[in-house]
């Protein structure tokens, strides 16, 4: 019987330390994500499994070309991953499928996007971003809902940047569908 309650005790232990460390990490550090729809497409496909890590933003602020997880404004109970294209202050200008953008010091760069799912080539938006706000896109842009249809991304709304893909395992990697992009 002793060794029984022995082993009993170390269990508990264990369970308690397991407790201890991972809560903290799964709370504050990372999280699971799973990718839902074509929106992400060629970049990521619907049940692709990833690791979010929310510690990154804490430190620094969205970079251009960055794959987020992020409340959705219009119900902050759903989860969307989508690329960040416009940062605070610059203005974003879409025509014909193609992103030019004016930063805050009146210079312009149009984006290279060969990941992208080209949209209709009639398409024509512009937009201001203010401050804490961003502008997101989906790489697949025909079947994207994002900030062409829905607004500016709040900062608040971040969760996350997509750190580690672990499923599918042939598609494992560091930093998933990172891109960089002038800033």
Known sequence: MKLLGSAVKEIAIFLVLAIIIVLPIRLFV????????????????????????ELTYHFHEPHRGDVIVFRYPG????????RVIGLPGETISITGGHVTITKVDGSTLTLSESY??????????????GAGELFVMGDN???????????????????????????PTGEFGLNPGATVQPQ
């Open 75 to 82: 119900d902050p109970k759903v989860f969307y991953i989508k």
């Open 116 to 129: 992208v799912v080209d949209e209709d080539a009639t398409y024509t938006q512009s937009t201001h971003i």
């Open 30 to 53: 990372a999280q699971p994500f799973v990718v839902e729809g074509e929106s992400m497409h060629p970049t990521f496909e619907s049940g692709d499994y990833l690791i979010v890590d």
């Open 141 to 167: 842009r025909p079947k994207s809902s994002d900030s062409r249809v829905w607004g500016l991304l709040p900062e608040k709304n971040i969760m996350g940047r997509a750190f580690i893909r672990l499923f």
